[in-house]
């Protein structure tokens, strides 16, 4: 069946993207033994700044590739190798400045010019692989995901623990960033070749304007997310200290983990919206979001009553007061996974502008509010800011695409009821964690028959997802 090859990938698009995505919280507890707090929140303001540059040198296209896929179906490979040398462009601006302005950028930073052009090869291999995965997920090809994740998750922790304990023991955080960024760089190559090698290095105008035309709007939606994502990292060294980043950033590593969960899911719920909205199927969409959305919600329940746990686990004591702006983070991840839902109906339409617009203005509010209470009331802020943040960004975009549904005179895929429904159980859980922490048999008690109660309601969901999963059929 076609649900299984869905339900599939979307599990293998999970493991692989928490060996690539989730890496920073797979190997905490490793790093955060092996580094100290500031020598932590130095590699990891590096990432920032990582993260962001990717979006510039990608240019925010390898979203158009599932709109070119429906629109040029025998043509993918062409189009791929287009945008592809389209980023070429980018990535040579990108090292002509580092050239040209060094000194400013280090000054700004605080990254030696031999890191920053390291910076700039990372970031695109960072960008190469986001192009593969989007045409990866055009056919469920998970399992070529899955080798690039491997790969990096091995060379990235081996090599990384190798430079730290020889070549910069004197500087660790040095050791850290150039482990992580040799596997990307060799990632990035060999996409790059392959790719264009099945396109036969063709570049198609035609392709070229397309991919613009779709992508560009996204370049500031998706450096927008990436600051309201990163920016506390930046904002927390600059005003508090890479001390207080390193804590922020090892209780946001953990709650990244739901945010990598969803976003694999998202490759293969994508790929399906697209083709049940061309087919006019809105009520089988509408059902299986609520499944979906409660799906993440259980996995958001799950990691907020064990966070005090895993947090003392997986970090040295001096990271443990993390746990308390844990909370906050989770609940933003999960804002984050509850706004792709209405704006799957913008994709679809190609209304990028108003991707990028309200995205655009979620960062302004996060920049504004991080300014304005991080000196007030330290790192802990940020945690908040974020969240509210998305909050805005959410809300936003469901009435925004509630427009584009009237306009095309489409009633509602979506209920808001339903997305509000499942935002104020994880917020309940999470005061009810914050109050039991103290108390962990009362905790686990409540979650057990809590888990039992919604394990007996959905056990038909249940038992056709395990099927589904373990069955033999290889359609």
Known sequence: MAENKEIKAGLGYTVGNILIKGISFLTLPIFSRLLSTEEFGIYNTYLAYENILAIFLGLGMYSSIK?????????????????LWLTVIPLAISLI?????????????????????LLVFQSYGSAMLSV????LALNYEYKKYMGFAGFNTIVNVVLSIVLILTI?????????????????????????????KRGNFKFDKKFAKYAIAIGFPLIWHYLSQQIQGQFDRIAITNIVGASATGIYSFAYNIANILKVIFYSTENVWTIWFFKKM???????????????????????????????EVIMIMGDKEYWEGATIFIPLLISEYLVHLYTIPVGIEYYYKKTNYIAAMTVL?????????????????????AFTTMVSYAVQF???????KKILKKNEIKNIFYFRDLAARFVLVCLVGIAVYILNPHPIIKYSLFIVGMSIACFIYRKDIKLLVQNVFSRNKD
């Open 67 to 83: 709109n070119a896929n429906q629109d040029f179906p025998s043509q993918t490979k062409k189009y791929v190798s287009t945008l």
């Open 97 to 117: 400045l580092v050239a040209l302005f060094h000194i400013g950028i280090t000054g700004f930073t605080g990254l030696s010019t031999s890191l920053l052009l």
């Open 132 to 135: 593969s995965n989007a045409r």
């Open 168 to 196: 910069y023991s004197e500087q660790r955080e040095y050791g850290r960033i150039v482990g992580s960024a040799i596997p990307l760089i060799l990632i990035g190559a060999y996409v790059f070749i392959t790719e264009e």
């Open 278 to 308: 061309a087919e006019g199927k809105y009520k089988d969409i509408r059902n299986v979001s609520k499944k979906y959305t409660l799906l993440i919600a259980g996995i958001a329940i799950c990691m907020l009553v064990f966070s005090k």
């Open 362 to 382: 979620a960062a302004i509010v996060n920049v504004s509010l991080n300014y304005a209470l991080i000196p007030v009331f330290g790192y802990v802020a940020a």
């Open 395 to 401: 809300i936003s975009h469901w009435i925004i695409s």
